[in-house]
């Protein structure tokens, strides 16, 4: 824990915890995790203060000032909101000190939405989780952003669009009706997105009996929070949004049972599946 202790001279003072700010974060975060919720501690949550540096609190007056720009050009609401970002913690202590000019400007998997910065929203905390690399204490690291959505469009799967398809347009959105992901065009990633908080949390093992509202079944049955806790270390962050987007159509009864364990086996390998099933004493089911 002793690096996350230092964080005060990155300009990253701690939030204390039970107080009011750091019940409402913890809580959204926890929340938007739905299904691993109840595998998931938060460890701690750290706030950018930006008057910690010049560079810092020209980045903050910068953001101010554009939402006030973008709330004239957009009839009066900027649709200014929170959302969350997740990657390795040197990523995002980059990001805090000097911008997303060094991040990678869209994912690095066929889910991208547009080329930008893609954010998730506040209630989709999980999907930004699946993003996030462990350190070497085992814990993993996002970001809660204010981000400048200003009018939105929707831009399709694997779209290669990297601007507002015109001037009326601010930002791109995977779903008009639902958003999930939030994509913030790269010319305006240092002006439209501000890190406000760090959330450093960690996995670990649920034993609920309860899952989804049904009873656990006798047999030996592995939780799926639990093979998601086990495998995310040796899993990259793209392997991990395609197992809980498996998960997803699967619960959407848009797959068979069978044909989601088969997708499950591909994405994670049987050697590695193997490993955990081996290591947690459960047979190859998984709830």
């Not at 929707?154 to 398809?165: E, F, I």
Request: hydrophobic content about 40%; proline content about 3%.
């Amino acid at each position: 824990m002793q690096r996350i202790e230092n964080w005060v001279g990155k300009g990253l003072p701690k939030v204390e915890k039970e107080s009011e700010e750091y019940e409402s974060i913890k809580n959204g975060f926890l929340k938007g995790m739905g299904f691993m919720g109840n595998a998931t501690t938060v460890i701690a949550i750290h706030k950018n203060d930006v008057s910690f540096s010049l560079a810092r609190q020209t980045r903050w007056d910068s953001f101010n000032i554009f939402s006030k720009a973008v709330a004239i050009k957009s009839g009066g609401d900027a649709n200014v909101r929170n959302a969350w970002y997740g990657s390795s913690l040197d990523d995002l202590l980059e990001i805090v000190s000097v911008g997303f000019n060094g991040c990678k400007s869209h994912d690095d998997h066929d889910e991208s939405h547009g080329v930008g910065i893609p954010l998730f929203s506040v209630h989709s905390s999980i999907d930004s989780a699946m993003c996030t690399v462990a350190d070497e204490h085992g814990l993993r690291h996002v970001l809660l952003c204010r981000v400048i959505l200003g009018k939105v469009e929707a831009v399709g799967c694997g779209s290669k669009q990297s601007q507002p398809s015109s001037k009326q347009y601010d930002s791109g959105v995977d779903d008009i009706l639902a958003p999930t992901k939030h994509i913030i065009w790269t010319a305006f990633m240092n002006s439209h997105i501000h890190p406000n908080y760090i959330l450093s949390f960690r996995y670990n093992y649920t034993k609920d009996s309860v899952v989804h509202g049904a009873l656990k079944p006798q047999s030996p049955y592995m939780l799926f929070p639990n093979l998601v806790a086990r495998v995310s270390n040796n899993l990259k962050p793209a392997e991990m949004t395609m197992l809980l987007k498996s998960y997803r159509i699967y619960r959407q009864r848009k797959i068979s049972r069978q044909v989601w364990i088969n997708k499950v086996r591909l994405i994670v390998g049987d050697t590695l599946l193997h490993s955990v099933i081996i290591k947690s004493n459960y047979d190859v089911h998984i709830l």
